[in-house]
């Protein structure tokens, strides 16, 4: 059984719930990111619940949905659009979250 974590945005009206914490976590320079500054942690989209008032931001090819706050703004995941079973959570909103516990993989290609 995954030990379940949780986490929120800044105001607290989004919250997280995610099995289990990260022990990878993604900085992606792709032209989004580079503006957003999340580090993403990826999951089963089974494993991932969010609740509470949302903005969606879909751009591009409009294939995943950007999450975000919709009082504070914090960016909290993206979902996918479709049957892709992965999805990102940024992992400065997990509760607790430390950056010295994970290993960080930077992604250098901004073509997204």
């Known amino acids: 059984m995954a030990e379940w974590i949780t986490g ?5 009206a989004v ?5 289990g914490p990260p022990s990878v976590v993604t900085e992606c320079h792709c032209s989004i990111c ?19 008032p949302t903005d ?9 949905d950007f999450h ?11 979902l996918p659009r479709g049957d892709y079973p992965e999805c990102g959570v940024n992992a400065r909103m997990i509760d607790g ?3 010295g516990a994970v290993t960080l993989i930077v992604e250098e290609d901004s073509s997204v």
Do not use: E
């Open 8 to 12: 929120s945005c800044h105001c607290g």
């Open 97 to 99: 979250f430390d950056l």
């Open 56 to 64: 969606i931001y879909r751009w591009g090819r409009k294939q995943v």
């Open 34 to 52: 580079r503006r957003y500054a999340p580090l993403w942690a990826y999951y089963q989209t089974d494993y991932v619940f969010l609740t509470g």
């Open 68 to 78: 975000r706050c919709n009082t504070c703004g914090c960016v909290m995941a993206w």
């Open 15 to 19: 919250q997280l719930s995610l099995a």
